[in-house]
């Protein structure tokens, strides 16, 4: 079977980055046990890494890269913010714990999502985060195996996500 649209599809692979000319750097890896599997055409992950596994079937391989551009774009200097640090109060004290230099805190926006922020500066009045990807700058490079293709489930095509590699895993809405 050919991963398509409407498919789920499971892969292993090892991503590595490249800002630049720096030297490319290890970023994840799945195992055998966990590959990472997800709904093609479900506008979920990112459109290239789609492109470049459309076609291809269970057992070949692949290797290829995504440049910044297309997977996490380029720095976006308005995305580090000054934020007062009442926001981090929680029972009449600073949240000192997780509010530090180098942390990621999970936060939402006005619409609900999720952001992730890395601390930057803890000041006296504010708190310095940035909302960038922590990989935007890099260009990706994927590496690996399609461990399975198979017919998504009419509850996955309704739902628009994979429910694990065999459709029968158990899943939280």
Known sequence: MKVENNKVVAVNYKLSAKKGNEPEIFVEETSPEHPFVFLFGSQQVIPDFEKNLEGKSEGDSFDFTISAENA????????????????????????????????????????GNELIGKVLEVGLEHVTMDFNHPLADYDLHFTGTIKSVREATPEELTHGHAHGITGNESHHH
């Open 72 to 111: 996490y774009g380029s720095h976006q200097a308005d995305y580090v913010v000054k934020l007062d640090k009442t926001i981090f109060v929680r029972d009449g004290e600073f949240d000192s714990e997780n509010i530090k230099v180098g942390n990621n805190v999970p936060m939402y926006d006005k619409e």
